[in-house]
């Protein structure tokens, strides 16, 4: 059955997520290390998410749909 393209979406997000986070795992570990980074803050960490995220904004509905 096709994918809505909510579902592509979702899924390419997730998947577009986890190759960024192990592709740059030695600088994410640098920011949250970082003096300046709290671990206790939510807001912080939504941030970090919400920039590796955008990535997905230079990809076409059909890219992603190829790639889930």
Same mark, same amino acid.
Not at 39 to 42: L, M, P, T, V
């Given at each position: 059955?096709?994918?809505s393209?909510?579902?592509?979406r979702?899924?390419?997000?997730q998947y577009?997520?986890?190759?960024?986070t192990?592709?740059?795992?030695?600088?994410?570990? @640098?920011?949250? =290390?970082?003096? $300046?980074f709290k !671990?206790?803050?939510?807001a912080?960490?939504?941030?970090?998410?919400?920039?590796?995220q955008?990535?997905? @904004?230079?990809? =076409?509905?059909? $890219?992603?749909? !190829?790639v889930v």
């Open positions: 059955p096709k994918k393209d909510t579902q592509v979702s899924e390419f997000n577009y997520l986890q190759r960024a192990k592709e740059f795992a030695e600088d994410l570990d @640098k920011v949250r =290390s970082a003096d $300046d !671990r206790d803050d939510s912080g960490i939504q941030m970090l998410i919400a920039a590796l955008q990535g997905t @904004k230079m990809f =076409s509905l059909e $890219d992603m749909r !190829r």
